[in-house]
């Protein structure tokens, strides 16, 4: 079943969001908006050293405040052993997982949770936070990665030892894991080469900057049966980790989906449920929690501070002969950064034919990082997609010819390993050149940049289940919650198969116990593998329509077409009837064979790899070395658009993301290892004035995986934004930015530099 | 530690409550009065998500006391809706997809709705500066100023009228 090329009628169009008027006055209920009778509060107490040995924890004076309900530690907590968990686009563990919802032994980060309390009231639960007394031996810590890696380094776990070495180390380390892989000769594609390369680029830890904070309301009742109200990325992930760290049978665990404001990959795991679940299981009251901002920005995963070191080799006429890249990624408390990743996406835009990918997964005393948006991709396409335009200016090419002359294309085998198919990056090169963008005057101070990025989107497990209703209607439930206007791309496809008005579908994320098992949302994946799986239970929702049809003409299903809603008999063979509307046949399905309704679970393949180039200009005052962006284009390969200003919004979203990573945003460390920076007055995310319209461009190069041919579109756009911004700052001001973010000391310090 | 008695009027409704002395409007809004649309999305006033109208300008609500609401007129989210009828600026929301997760909605249509009230015209760059206030970490903020300045044109049309 395909509706590639077809004529459509409801996808692509721009229809309203069917949850939007909710969210625009005020109704739409997320994390923190859910009250349940006889609720109490729960709120955590976090580590204030960046290492320490929890020696001690006595909450005997919090207990006796009145209104305190509960308290729990890690000894209210199974002590479960190491058991590998894919969390959407990275390994965990979650024993780990256990140990950063709650500290066992040691606080690992400034802002470890080390215990929780639950009281009749918020204010009464911050008092008992002050009253629990947490006896701690300081021990030294290490937040730098490279020093982090050092053989002298404080240890963070006595039990790691350093994976993909030999022989096997005899001694820990901070370095969980040691990632390689080759292609080709890449001595030999050095020696051939005409002009080499090599810089070094480095990233600080970001955050995620979801405005809404973690927030849930657990129940516990006496038989042991559960529920979870909370804003997560998969509230399927919510009730199978709760489940693992608090030894619950899954059936016993209802997780519903609130709405979600924002999580990038920052919300695919859990913080603040399992402890909502402990504090009501012990005090027997629902418990809720709500995280404050500056918990999220202390006790929640940021993305990986980094070092990418990068080395090219090209021919004159700018043909790639060797490339060798080291990416070094701070994992945070527990192993686990995006450096796998990581190094797949540094070169697989280009077809090297020599090259050499090396990642170091480091852990550090900072929190656990989570995926951010494509996670790995933007650090390592940081230090590519900048090296790549060093390589341009030191050959006196135009870097979007370098790239042209480069770029992966089908049948080309990456250097990570697949050969590439139906894939549109040259396309989106091609549609940047032809932009007028690329050829619009610039003025004094001002220099234009461009880069590339690259995104492997996933597909997986999703279910769906379409219902027609007695009047014709129909429902369309699934399992992931819905992050940014998913819902009305699940409707549209719905809609598009059945033959009806989108107005007449609607779309809802059912909780865990009310459809099938569905991965989270992330990954890029919801348009396309639930959008699949919609598809899927809507054509067998048309067969089945065409079955009923044909009882009422007693005729053969076969001689029975379904078009524009409606049946059709399918030739002159088939009988004269009137067509039938999909709600005559609704009205008449009791008599016809009861319900109609039919459900798909799957678990879809082939999710077509993204690629987007972005065009960045900007100006750069000399004075104080801020950065205006002036305008900016973004360009990708979207498959196909199901609602295009929602796809363009993802766009949109990830390069201000993006602008944010190269100009502002970094964690910033005191000498004793606490977060100095922990609040948006003094974590400056992008604000409207900040930036220009961003135009975006949708080139779609259908997949053929998907019956509307739609690509994952989400992450590709936060990666190249960083690299854009740094090289049209040095056609701007003259200067290489290569420590990110490129705020304006930076900016300005190399401007003096460079002056002399 | 007694409770603080305030009288006040929200979204056109006298509305009487009992708050603690330390609590924000914001949790008064939510915790005490059930209208969960003003968002907490900081508690420190930078990410606007809480933002209400008093006495005609626009505040965030978890920097002012819920005391000190006494004789003042609030507006909220929910009340920027005309019954089922949408105001301009929630109407264009929706039509130019200008939201994303939602979180930052409320807040973004109040402080439009006010800047709107002040400046019916508004170039593009004055609505950037005076929605800078407001973080919206989904959409980079194209469609919202989009939206507002679309909204902006059909209540000058209405005016008009």
Request: with cysteine.
């Given at each position: ?53 929890i020696l001690r924890i006595d909450a005997e004076k919090a207990l006796r405040l009145p209104g305190v309900k509960a308290v ?498 399918a030739g002159q063979n088939a009988g004269a009837f009137e067509p039938l509307p999909l709600a005559e046949i609704a009205f ?106 961003i135009d975006a461009v949708l080139v779609e190069v259908p997949n053929p995986r998907h019956p509307f041919g739609v690509r ?45 | ?161």
């Open positions: 079943m395909t509706f590639i090329g077809k004529d459509l009628k409801v996808v692509g169009t721009r229809p309203i969001r069917p949850d939007g008027v909710d969210k625009v006055t005020g109704r739409a209920n997320f994390g923190a908006d859910m009250t349940v009778p006889g609720m109490i509060w729960g709120k955590i107490k976090r580590s204030p050293h960046a290492h320490a040995r729990v530690t890690a000894a209210d907590f199974p002590n479960i052993a190491a058991e590998e968990a894919f969390a959407g686009e990275a390994i965990m563990d979650f024993r780990d997982l256990s140990r950063n919802c709650m500290a066992r032994d040691k606080a690992l980060y400034d802002g470890h949770a080390v215990a929780a309390v639950a009281a009749s009231t918020p204010a009464i639960a911050e008092a008992a936070l002050e009253l629990i007394d947490v006896e701690y031996e300081v021990l030294p810590f290490v937040i730098d990665v490279e020093k982090a890696m050092a053989a002298d380094a404080p240890l963070l776990h006595g039990e790691l030892f350093t994976q993909g070495i030999e022989p096997k180390p005899t001694a820990p380390s901070n370095i969980a894991k040691r990632i390689n892989f080759t292609k080709g000769d890449i001595e030999k594609g050095f020696r051939e080469a005409d002009v080499v390369i090599e810089r070094r680029y480095t990233t600080r830890p970001v955050h995620q900057g979801y405005i809404e904070p973690h927030a849930c309301v657990a129940t516990v009742a006496a038989d042991g049966q559960c529920s979870i109200w909370s804003s997560s990325q998969g509230h399927f992930m919510v009730r199978q980790y709760c489940a693992h760290l608090l030894g619950i049978d899954i059936a016993n665990i209802r997780a519903a989906a609130a709405e979600i404001g924002g999580g990038f990959g920052g919300k695919t795991l859990i913080y603040v449920e399992p402890v909502a679940l402990a504090l009501a299981k012990k005090s027997g009251h629902s418990v809720k929690i709500v995280m404050t901002r500056e918990e999220v920005f202390r006790g929640t995963g940021p993305a990986a501070g980094s070092v990418i070191e990068v080395k090219l080799g090209a021919k004159k006429d700018g043909r790639l002969t060797a490339a060798e890249v080291t990416l070094k990624y701070q994992a945070g408390a527990f192993p686990g950064s995006p450096v796998g990743p990581g190094c797949m996406c540094a070169l697989a835009m280009y077809d090297v034919p020599n090259a050499n990918v090396t990642g170091y997964d480091v852990v550090c005393n900072r929190p656990k990082v989570a995926a951010y948006r494509a996670p790995g991709a933007p650090n390592a396409s940081w230090g590519v997609e900048s090296c790549l335009d060093e390589l341009a200016l030191a050959l006196g090419l135009d870097p979007l010819s370098l790239r042209e002359k480069n770029a992966a294309k089908d049948g080309v085998k990456a250097v990570h390993g697949p050969t590439w198919q139906n894939i549109g990056y040259a396309e989106t090169l091609a549609a940047a050149k032809a932009h007028p963008h690329w050829r619009a005057p610039l003025g004094a101070g001002q220099g234009r940049g461009i880069a590339s990025g690259f995104w492997f989107n996933i597909g997986g497990e999703s279910t769906a289940s379409v219902h027609v209703n007695e009047d014709g209607t129909v429902v369309v439930a699934t399992g992931s919650p819905d992050i940014g206007g998913s819902r009305v791309s699940m409707a549209m496809m719905v809609a598009e198969v059945l033959g009806v008005a989108v107005e007449r579908v609607r779309p809802i994320v059912a909780d865990t116990s009310s459809i099938g098992y569905t991965f989270l949302t992330g990954g890029s994946r919801v348009t396309f593998a639930t959008g699949m799986a919609a598809t899927e239970a809507a054509s067998r929702v048309v067969d089945e329509l065409k079955k009923r049809a044909a009882v009422i003409w007693e005729i053969s299903p076969e001689a029975v077409e379904w078009r524009d809603g409606m049946a059709y008999p008449r399905s009791a008599r016809t064979g009861g319900p109609i309704s039919a459900e798909a679970a799957i678990n879809a393949q082939g999710p077509g790899a993204g690629f987007g180039t972005h065009i960045c200009d900007v100006e750069v005052d000399k004075e104080t070395g801020a950065v205006k962006i002036l305008r900016y284009t973004a360009i990708q390969d979207v498959g196909r658009a199901i609602h295009p200003a929602y796809v363009e919004g993802q766009l949109q979203g990830g390069v201000t993301q993006g602008v944010g990573w190269a100009l502002n945003e970094e964690y910033i460390y005191d000498k004793d290892g606490r977060l100095e920076n922990p609040g948006f007055l003094d974590y400056r995310i992008p604000v409207a004035s900040d930036l220009p319209m994952g579109v989400g992450e590709v756009p936060i990666i190249p934004p960083t690299a854009a911004v740094a090289n049209a700052i040095y056609r701007a001001a003259g200067v290489r930015l290569r420590d990110l973010p490129m705020s304006p000391p930076k900016v300005l310090a190399a401007i003096d530099e460079e002056k002399g | 530690m007694s409770k603080i008695h305030v009288s006040t009027v929200i979204n056109d409704d006298p509305v009487e409550y009992l708050c603690e002395p330390q609590q924000s409007l914001l949790d008064v809004l939510r915790d005490e009065l059930n209208l969960t649309g003003s968002k907490e999305g900081c508690g420190s006033g930078d990410c606007g998500a809480c933002t209400v109208i008093v006495d005609g300008r626009i505040v965030c609500s978890c920097l002012m006391l819920g005391a000190e609401a006494e004789g003042r007129k609030i507006t909220t989210v929910e009340g920027i809706a005309t019954g089922d009828k949408l105001h301009p600026v929630q109407q264009k929301f929706l039509e130019h997809a200008a939201l994303q997760c939602g979180f930052c909605t409320p807040g973004f249509i109040v402080a439009a709705k006010a800047l709107l009230d002040e400046n019916p015209n508004p170039s593009e760059e004055e609505a950037r500066y005076w929605l800078a206030g407001n973080l919206c970490r989904c959409t980079g903020y194209d469609k919202i100023v989009r939206a507002v300045l679309d909204a902006a044109e059909v209540m000058r049309a209405e005016a008009a009228e």
